[in-house]
């Protein structure tokens, strides 16, 4: 039997940690279970190919944010620098994803990392850094920066709405997955997201009442 290459190693692996990760979770997954998936017989081929749990799970984002990018592009050329026009985009890129099992169980991983962003610090995972994806983020946010929010409330509501993006898409990819019906059509599901998290980023600046 041939042997198989480290390109052909390592994809084996990417493939049977999608899996795995999105079964028992990002930090619950054992790697000796995506290991032994993967048909491997050296319980360190992680580390060998990929250094560490860490760097398996950024080469599994970072495959999936390579297939959003490619329909994500052609959405930002006639998206306008409106809030609803972009999350628009962003929606819909992400939705690409619930096409294949693939995607659905790469949406349910990533649902997981939504925190890990770098919203919050102006900082971008590695797997973000220099993406159509994340200059989406930057112009969203140049968009509420028009409405006076505050820096720090600006930042936290948009954190916000991309965790309610991806909670929703990782929901409906576990619905497909399992083979449950969902309760709307796709279409109407991916409007209703889109008007949700409109109507979240237009929320008026809150009014601060002092301690009686």
């Not at 973000?128 to 936290?156: D, F, K, S, V, Y």
Request: proline letters at 5%.
């Amino acid at each position: 039997m041939a042997r198989a290459s480290g390109p052909e190693t390592r994809e084996k692996l990417i493939r049977a940690a999608e899996e795995i990760f999105a079964a028992q979770g990002v930090h619950g997954a054992r790697l000796r279970d995506i290991v032994a998936l993967a048909g491997q017989g050296n319980s360190s081929a992680v580390q060998y190919h990929f250094g560490s749990r860490g760097g398996l799970l950024d080469a599994v984002m970072a495959g999936r944010q390579r297939r959003t990018e490619q329909v994500l592009n052609p959405l930002l050329v006639t998206a306008t620098d409106e809030v609803r026009e972009l999350l628009a985009a962003l929606i819909g890129a992400e939705a690409s994803e619930l096409r294949t099992e693939r995607g659905r169980r790469c949406l349910r991983i990533s649902a997981q990392l939504s925190h890990e962003s770098g919203v919050r610090t102006r900082v971008p995972r590695p797997t973000l850094a220099g993406t159509l994806h994340w200059r989406l983020i930057e112009r969203i946010e140049g968009c509420l920066t028009r409405t006076g929010l505050p820096e720090p409330l600006r930042l936290e509501q948009l954190d916000l709405a991309l965790t309610v993006v991806g909670a929703a898409m990782a929901d409906r990819a576990r619905q497909y997955l399992d083979g449950t019906p969902p309760l709307t059509s796709e279409a109407l599901f991916l409007a209703d997201l889109d008007e949700t998290t409109t109507a979240l980023l237009r929320a008026p600046v809150p009014h601060r009442k002092d301690p009686a």
